[in-house]
């Protein structure tokens, strides 16, 4: 789980009181002002989860190309020297960034995985689970979404590898390998592939906070190679079910 | 890359000196080498490493020529990607009006896409992967860009019997799906194999519209 509550930031500029917001649970107010009797390693973690805080929003609203460690210092309220203290260089952070939200989102995506549910169930949990986490938290989905693979390396191998975890999960319990009916093996990995960039450019057009709304587009693109067309379609329809029943 | 240098002394320029050419011819031709040069040099080196002065010279203009051009590498090279995506999207568009059946022209129309990305694999990788790194101006251009592919895909909704019923962004979801599975190959280096790729990506193409079956069986058919 993220250590922090949801945030209603946006892209752009912040102001104080939106940066202050990022903080969330690990606001600078929640540490005692005369910090002498507080445990380094308590300080120094909320600190880490401040600068993590502060560069993914500041990669959200810049880029992390253009992102400079004084622009993450400052929202987080640390001094240059403890950002080196707690990461090698701006790389590192986004690593260590890419790694939480990765986490986050695997965990949350495992709870709802259950083998004893139908397959077409799993997915559409799964989905909206994913979709509304990334609702949630808009500086963050722009950051491992968009800023991370981006950046390649070894962000860009975490968020390949993140993709290989789901395309595992799809296809477990689905039936007979989709090979035997002549569907190319690559099948998953293409559905897959149309989700994210739906999701993608949702984020870059600043719609992340509706990307709920995408499920039962993103249901019917998941389950369409596996079930046919016919009960995707069905699945859609649940799927959007589903949205209006939680939505009102 | 050696040969690119060789080529470049091959293209056409006007003659230096006083050659009577109207201001506007020289300053297309100008633009015209800058937005090529600058896509080579920028697949070369990475968007982050590449000065003005690479591109400058490269394109064989003055700095102050380019100043007029453009304002910065950053609107110098939007400019390029999208004169690169407008070839493309050009050569996709004149294979698919070729063709008659909606799944033919699709295939046509992805058949012209992986075989211009596979003739230049440093470029592709830097339209299709690269670019990303370039900021993000250059990130919604990209989107903007597999966006450019959804009006060849909406005819598969009046081909389609259920056409009309299917989710609103399918037409988003399978230019998405062909890009992704194009940017696959060109992120594991295998850009010279992509027109073997057809098959998968023409199922992914057809699958939303069709279904499974039908268009497995139409993937089939081409292959034969």
């Known amino acids: ?93 986004l690593q260590a960034s890419m790694e939480l939200s990765l986490a986050d989102a695997m965990g949350r995506i495992v709870e709802v995985y259950s083998p004893d549910k139908p397959w077409a169930t799993m997915v559409r949990d799964a989905a909206a689970t994913f979709l509304d986490l990334l609702a949630s938290r808009p500086d963050f989905a722009r950051m491992a979404l968009v800023e991370a693979p981006a950046a390649g390396g070894r962000s860009l191998e975490m968020y390949a590898s993140g993709k290989r975890v789901l395309q595992a999960l799809l296809d477990r319990g689905r039936g007979d390998p989709i090979e035997e009916q002549g569907i190319p093996s690559s099948a998953g990995r293409g559905a897959l592939a149309a989700a994210e960039s739906l999701i993608v450019s949702q984020i870059l057009a600043g719609n992340t906070e509706r990307l709920p709304e995408l499920l039962p587009d993103i249901v019917y ?28 | 890359m050696a040969a690119r240098g060789e080529k470049q ?115 592709a990788r830097l339209a299709l992967v690269d670019v990303s790194a370039a900021g993000p101006a250059a990130q919604r251009r990209y989107r903007a860009a597999i966006g450019r592919l959804t009006p060849f895909l909406d005819e598969g909704r009046d081909f389609a019997p259920g056409g009309r019923t299917l989710p609103a962004n399918v037409s988003r979801m399978a230019a998405g799906a062909v890009v992704g599975l194009v940017a696959d190959e060109l992120i594991a280096g295998r850009a010279e194999e992509l027109p073997g790729l057809l098959s998968d990506v023409l199922f992914a193409t057809l699958v939303p519209y069709l279904g499974p079956d039908a268009a497995a069986r139409e993937v089939a058919e081409e292959n034969r």
């Open chain 1, 1 to 93: 789980m993220f250590p922090l509550p949801p945030t209603a930031s946006h892209n752009g500029a912040k102001s104080k009181a939106q940066q202050d917001d990022l903080g969330g649970l690990i606001e600078r107010e929640h540490l005692p002002s005369g910090r002498a009797d507080l445990p380094e390693p308590l300080i120094a973690h909320s600190q880490r989860e401040r600068i993590l805080n502060a560069m993914a929003a500041t990669c959200a609203a810049k880029g992390y190309g253009a992102t400079t460690i004084a622009d993450v210092c400052e929202p987080a309220g640390v001094s240059r020297a403890t950002f080196y203290e707690l990461f090698k260089d701006k790389e590192d952070c």
């Open chain 1, 221 to 248: 693109i998941i389950t369409i190679p596996y079930l046919g067309q016919d009960e995707a379609l069905r699945q859609s329809r649940e799927a959007e079910k589903t949205l209006r029943s939680g939505a009102g």
């Open chain 2, 9 to 123: 002394g091959e293209r056409w320029r006007p003659p230096r000196g006083r050659h009577g050419l109207p201001p506007e011819i020289v300053a297309r031709s100008q633009r015209e080498r800058l937005l090529e040069a600058t896509m080579e040099v920028v697949a070369e080196k990475g968007y982050g490493p590449t000065t003005v002065a690479d591109l400058t010279k490269r394109a064989g203009i003055s700095r102050t020529t380019f100043y007029e051009l453009f304002e910065d590498k950053e609107a110098c090279f939007l400019a390029a990607y999208d004169d690169a995506v407008d070839t493309l999207v050009r050569l996709i568009s004149s294979a698919y009006e070729a063709e008659e059946r909606w799944p033919d022209r699709a295939r046509a129309g992805l058949a012209a896409l992986l075989e211009a990305l596979a003739a230049q694999p440093e470029q």
